[in-house]
């Protein structure tokens, strides 16, 4: 018995919407897990990628990019350099601005928490043969991308996991 595409095994409706919510819940609170001991969990862990890998100009582009607000920015980048994970220097294009730089400590750390996700990861998608967890994520990615206004994957997760 063929079915159309909005039949599923599981009945006359699409599980879609319904299994992008529950794998993403499920990587929230396992990423939250994997990151416990950073300020913040798993906004600390979007804040330490963007700053390790985002090539933005100022603390207030990091929280646009973030979608977080500036005082709340503040408080959770001191608690970053408290740790010292970052550090704020002076922007030489502008001495008002200060840039957010990751530390050799901050880039281990992300390193570290990198490998912790990643295997959070493929215990979250386990039931999947290593190829199809592969083609799953490409998928995905491609599916994603140009969804939205903001194609910024650091603050699309921070705002698809904010508790409504």
Not at 46 to 54: R, S
Not at 111 to 121: C, F, I, L, S, Y
């Amino acid at each position: 018995m063929s079915t159309t595409p909005t039949e599923t095994r599981a009945g006359r409706h699409s599980l879609f919407g319904w299994s992008l919510a529950a794998l993403l819940r499920e990587w929230s609170a396992r990423v939250d897990a994997a990151a416990d001991d950073l300020p913040q969990g798993t906004r600390g862990y979007q804040l330490l990628t963007a700053v390790v890998h985002g090539n933005l100009p100022s603390q207030a582009a990091l929280a646009a990019s973030l979608g977080i607000d500036r005082t709340v920015m503040t408080y959770l980048l001191d608690a970053f350099e408290d740790c010292g994970l970052v550090e704020r220097q002076r922007d030489p294009a502008d001495r008002r601005a200060r840039r957010i730089v990751a530390t050799d400590r901050g880039q281990e750390v992300l390193a570290a928490m990198d490998a912790r996700v990643t295997a959070a990861e493929e215990e979250l998608l386990a039931g999947l043969e290593p190829a199809q967890r592969v083609l799953l994520r490409e998928l995905l990615e491609r599916a994603a991308t140009g969804t939205g206004p903001d194609d910024d994957p650091c603050r699309t997760v921070v705002q698809a996991i904010k508790p409504a």
